[in-house]
């Protein structure tokens, strides 16, 4: 496991809200779709993770390397705690599977120990949270289309970091950046928007020291699980994220390849988990 950073202190939290009931966790059933890879446990709880679109393993033809996933067909029954142990590991299909596990037994947490200084928002989107307001900048991490096109609705300033323009439609290369110039853009947003799928490169710790301690800080994305706690210390205000409902059919369609479009309101749920304790100055020098 990680010894540092925003995933292991989730790790830690997770452990100290389960005790030692944590090892006798199993997981049920995990599928790494095509978009995105879940895992169920015994508890009752599932949990969800964005598939790493750009990985190796398509290099070859049915590649017999052990090191790029975890043995198919010897997860189910596993201990989760033992899969949190992937976390840690180069290969994104590893980490993706470890989050997904991390991110259940979160959900696992939250049905036995709200946290008391977060406001847990069923059905809602993270981008209405964020109530951005006219003359705000905001800063998007990533190309996330949903929130591009309520910006370019709302005619809002923005700029967004994203690895290539050619993910960028023509009228939004003006407002692109390369993801390198993080450091000369994240400081000038009001409001910063970062996908959770910057936990899965193991980004976000960076990119959130770069926010002025005054902006509003939003992560979302179905990668973000209910443990706020390590998040809140970073100065994150807003999270977004997913709440499985149905864990089993949620799996059937992530095992037939299928995205938010087939899960949302069927299988799983928007939420959004709001600050509500003062922001700590310090939070992100820490």
Known sequence: MPQDGILADIIADVAATLGTGLADIAVTRAVVGLYFTGVALDTGSAGVCVTPAKTAIHATCCPTADDTVVAPGTLRGRRAVDLLDEIASPHPLRRALAIATLN?????????????DVLLRPDMDAFDAAAIAPGEHVVLVGAFVPFLRALKRMRQDYTVLELSADMLKPEELPHF???????????????????????????????LLLARP?????????????????FLRRGVDILGGV????????????????????????????????????????????
Request: charged share 20%; with cysteine.
């Open 104 to 116: 259940a037994l979160a959900e696992t947490c939250w049905q036995r120990r709200p946290h008391p």
């Open 214 to 230: 005054e902006a509003r800080v939003v992560v979302v994305g179905p990668t973000v699980g209910l443990m706020p706690e390590a």
């Open 243 to 286: 709440r499985i409902t149905a864990p089993e059919t949620f799996l059937d369609v992530l095992a037939e390849g299928g995205s938010g479009h087939h899960f949302f309101g069927r299988s799983a749920s928007r939420m959004v988990m709001l600050r509500q304790s003062p922001k700590q100055a310090t939070a992100r020098a820490a």
């Open 177 to 207: 950046r390369p993801a390198a110039a993080a450091a000369e853009v994240i400081p000038h947003g009001d409001v910063v928007l970062l996908t959770g799928s910057t936990l899965l490169n193991d980004t976000l710790e960076d990119l």
